[in-house]
């Protein structure tokens, strides 16, 4: 059974999971373990744009030392925002049979509706799932470093699932404030983290189905046993509460 619960005025320290500044160089230098989704989530940007911004390819590999651009890299979600926004210019016509004594008559048709150029599947296949069985502690803030998901208390040795079908991007312990973390990556749009594992049950390539196991519950300092879950789309955080099955 799950419950939720906003009362919750702890400090957190400044190494907590949250999304990294870029650093003044422009660039992230790779280090050993680490992914090219693993480096997107660090820094709250979309992978895809991150694989083009260095033209990478799929399946994205990349090596320890090589540089990675991080400056000038568009996010799905704001660039598709501008696209949306921005005005479509008439279409403007003067008829072959106009009278040379009177004004011309100017005739504005209008747009026709353009295809879509990138159409995202946003849907996630078989709908999501609770991680873990437990209560809601720490609520999603978007502010400053605050909290980039949700935490929530379970029992000790409960097994943390996948929240919906997908494929692992990353299994380790490389990212400064996540501890033992799983990245599943579920379609071009969503990602889903959980964080601060005891134990990782999975690695990375490999498909895993909605419940599917993917570590053993663990925690940080005295949270424990404790789950930290984030959803993430076109790689920005979004509260998981705003997904996940409501609880009544």
Do not use: C
Request: no cysteine; aromatic share 8%; glycine share 8%.
């Amino acid at each position: 059974m799950l419950h939720y619960s906003a009362k919750n005025n702890r400090t957190y320290a400044s190494n907590n999971a949250s999304v990294s500044s870029i650093p003044s160089s422009g660039f992230h230098r790779v280090q050993s373990g680490e992914t090219l989704f693993s480096i997107a989530f660090r820094y709250g940007l979309d992978y895809r744009e991150l694989a083009k911004s260095n033209r990478i390819d799929p399946p994205y590999t990349i090596y320890p030392k090589q540089k990675i651009r991080l400056n000038g890299v568009q996010n799905t979600a704001s660039s598709a925002t501008n696209s949306s926004t921005s005005s479509i210019p008439l279409i403007v016509s003067t008829p072959k049979n106009t009278t040379p004594k009177s004004d011309p008559v100017v005739a504005i048709k209008a747009p026709e509706k353009l295809p879509k150029s990138d159409t995202k599947d946003e849907k996630i296949s078989g709908g999501w799932s609770w991680p873990v069985d437990g209560k809601v502690s720490r609520g999603f803030s978007n502010a400053g470093v605050s909290s980039k998901g949700i935490d929530i208390k379970a029992e000790k040795g409960a097994l943390v699932k996948a929240a919906a079908d997908g494929t692992v991007v990353y299994a380790g312990s490389g990212l400064i404030g996540y501890g033992n973390l799983v990245i599943v990556k579920h379609n071009d749009v969503y990602l889903s983290a959980y964080a601060y594992n005891e134990r990782i049950l999975v690695k990375e390539k490999q498909n895993v189905r909605a419940g599917d196991s993917l570590a053993v519950i663990g925690g940080k300092g005295e949270d424990r046993p404790l789950l930290h879950f984030e959803v993430r789309r076109d790689g920005q955080p979004i509260d998981p509460l705003d997904v996940l099955p409501k609880i009544n």
